[in-house]
């Protein structure tokens, strides 16, 4: 080993980037039914995600060769799963068409729709059918509908249509009556969206009527009944996605008192982060990034459920034992049984802890900038291996990690791949800067007509605080990201040299070439993040990193999807012309097979390393 290596990087103790790569696995849906448990388990070995079942202490897999659960619906899919009263449906990822399974037989496909996707699958009993939202692409653009697909006659109606999306179809357990979350464009679903509902009778669903006031400014999401009828939604309309319930002919807030968030913005479809009880409610909650279990009863109180976890997802429950997905500081994501009664934490599957407790570096809180102008990260401190030598002046190098989105967050749990830098002498800070979820919607809201300024000011400022507080060296700093992330970076290279080196994931570098050929989903995001672009055309430029390249002297290092359908090839390697143009260094990694986002094992783990190398050049 060169002495570089040595101060810097590889020790023959650290984790590897395959390690850190094949701890990448995690879970997606869970859902109670057919006396057992099931769950969605993504490999990023085979790029697969499969379907396991556990029912009396045993487990098995149920999705053979050939097949893998994923829904592509608004290009992030969710809700590819729901139990049937023989099985399971599903959408394969291949084909995005509905299957159905029983849970000791094949896939069979329900019924094929050439350029339809399917997602956000809900179980209709008293018809024998699967609600779904419905994607299709044709000569009119890209139509979405909420439909109902017959199991066995795979006879297909449409519920409701006309609206631009639509999410979260729920059923009473009467199956009278049935909720859903809709909304228009130039709206995002965390945004403005409308709570619907349907009664059914005896030609079939009525006329839907809006159950969400007129007129008010706030986002719904994750309708659900309770068994005894009564509808429960989450809606920001006070501050705070908190469960709010229909008394007295409309819908009303059920914890007037609450200050915290209990969804994270609805990316993906799907999400459970509630549930209505017989009395009470099971709560998501989050309380300065970290992740709360609550059951909260009829009278208000509260008990704190799994306390070892930071994050939870996919609440689901029987007589017994509430069940769902979280992570930790120290271990892989897991599935967890907890008694009703007792509190007690069973681990189904998962919750490995992969390295050693004195090797694992937890994440600190940090609150920083001036007042009005805060924004919240965790901070990680390097792990000293056996030989490791210190830095010259004592000081770690930074990396800073830039979630995506923008409006989505960073959680304080076990992340591979802050181990992998940690392990190598690098302290690592992950930001949830003005704009991120889980902070109120008035933080949310930040970035309204300001991406590309307050992202980049609050990148810019951590720096500045944690070289200034003495956690690191800031004349060592790195930064990353992905997607938007990749944005945040790119733009905290323009006119200075804050970082020694940059990472765009397949990052956005023109926003105005995104917004030509994105998909519908977030056709109108870039409007709302930066302004209309004949009116804003001026700051389009201003913010766009491809259009300032003449300004950026930092080397970075780009990589890329070949199939990204958000960000094209072509708009990445605009950037990295334009910056080999100007002679900056740069490198550019092509992963043919890959979408938006790294999934493969290999790809990830030669992610890692490029990424190592390139940053240990320049140091």
Not at 87 to 101: I, K, M, P, T
Not at 297 to 318: K, M
Not at 437 to 454: A, K, N, P, T, V
Request: aromatic fraction near 10%.
């Amino acid at each position: 080993m060169n002495k570089s290596t040595l101060k810097f990087g590889f020790w023959p103790s650290a984790w590897s980037a395959g390690q850190a790569a094949a701890a990448s696995c995690d879970f997606a849906e869970l859902q109670v039914g057919h006396g057992g448990l099931l769950w969605t388990l993504f490999d990023p070995h085979t790029g697969r995600c499969r379907l396991w079942f556990q029912r009396r202490g045993e487990r098995r897999c149920l999705t053979p060769d050939g097949f893998s659960l994923r829904s592509r619906v608004y290009e992030y899919g969710g809700g590819a799963l729901c139990m049937t009263g023989q099985g399971v449906a599903f959408v394969n990822e291949a084909d995005q068409q509905l299957y159905r399974q029983a849970l000791d037989g094949a896939p069979q496909r329900i019924l094929l729709r050439e350029g339809c996707r399917y997602g956000d699958l809900c179980f209709d009993a008293q018809r024998q059918a699967v609600l779904a939202v419905e994607e299709e692409h044709g000569g009119e653009g890209v139509v979405h509908r909420l439909v109902s697909i017959g199991l066995l006659d795979a006879r297909r109606c449409v519920i409701a249509e006309g609206g631009d999306f639509y999410a979260a179809p729920c059923l009473s357990a009467d199956g009278m009556a049935l909720a859903w979350i809709e909304w228009d464009r130039p709206e995002q679903p965390w945004t403005l969206t409308r709570l619907c509902l349907a009664e059914r009778g005896a030609a079939g669903w009525q006329a839907p009527r809006r159950l969400s006031g007129e007129g008010t400014q706030a986002a719904w999401q994750q309708p659900r009944f309770h068994r005894r009828g009564r509808l429960f939604c989450l809606s920001d309309g006070q501050g705070w996605w908190q469960p709010w319930c229909w008394t007295q002919d409309r819908m009303q807030p059920l914890m007037a008192d609450s200050r915290f968030d209990h969804a994270p913005s609805p990316w993906q479809l799907g999400v459970v982060s509630y549930l209505p009880l017989e009395e009470g409610v099971l709560l998501c909650r989050i309380e300065q990034g970290f992740g709360r279990l609550i059951v909260r009863d009829g009278q208000g109180r509260e008990r704190r459920l799994a306390v070892e976890f930071s994050r939870f997802r996919q609440l689901a429950c029987d007589e017994d034992s509430f069940y769902c997905i979280a992570a930790a500081e120290d271990r892989l994501p897991a599935v967890l049984a907890i008694a009703r009664d007792s509190g007690e934490v069973r681990v189904l599957a998962g919750g490995g802890r992969p390295l050693p407790d004195d090797q694992v570096s937890r994440p600190r809180p940090l609150r920083f900038g001036p007042l009005g102008e805060q924004a919240h990260a965790f901070f990680y401190t390097p792990v000293r291996l056996h030989g490791q030598a210190p830095a010259d002046d004592g000081l770690p190098p930074l990396v800073m990690f830039l979630h995506g989105g923008p409006t989505s967050a960073c959680y304080p749990v076990f992340d591979p791949r802050i181990q992998f830098w940690t392990q190598r002498g690098f302290a690592v800070a992950d930001l949830n800067y003005r704009g991120s979820s889980g902070f109120g919607r008035d933080y949310r809201q930040c970035l309204e007509g300001q991406w590309g300024l307050f992202d980049v000011q609050d990148a810019l400022a951590l720096r500045r605080y944690l070289a200034e507080e003495g956690l690191v060296n800031g004349e060592r700093a790195f930064i990353r990201g992905g997607s938007a992330g990749g944005y945040t970076a790119l733009n905290a290279l323009v006119g200075n040299r804050c970082f020694r080196g940059a990472a765009s994931l397949y990052g956005v570098s023109d926003p105005l070439a995104l917004r030509r050929v994105t998909h519908k989903f977030e056709a109108d995001y870039l409007d709302w993040l930066i302004g209309e672009p004949k009116a804003q055309a001026e700051r389009y430029r201003e913010r766009a990193p491809l259009h300032n390249a003449q300004r950026i002297d930092t080397p970075v290092i780009f990589f890329q999807g070949g199939q990204d359908a958000v960000v094209l090839p072509e708009q990445t390697e605009s950037m990295v012309a334009a910056l080999r143009a100007r002679g900056v260094p740069v490198e550019y990694r092509l992963y043919e097979e890959e979408r938006h986002g790294l999934r493969k094992a290999e790809n990830l783990a030669d992610a890692l390393e490029c990424e190592l190398r390139f940053y240990q050049a320049l140091l």
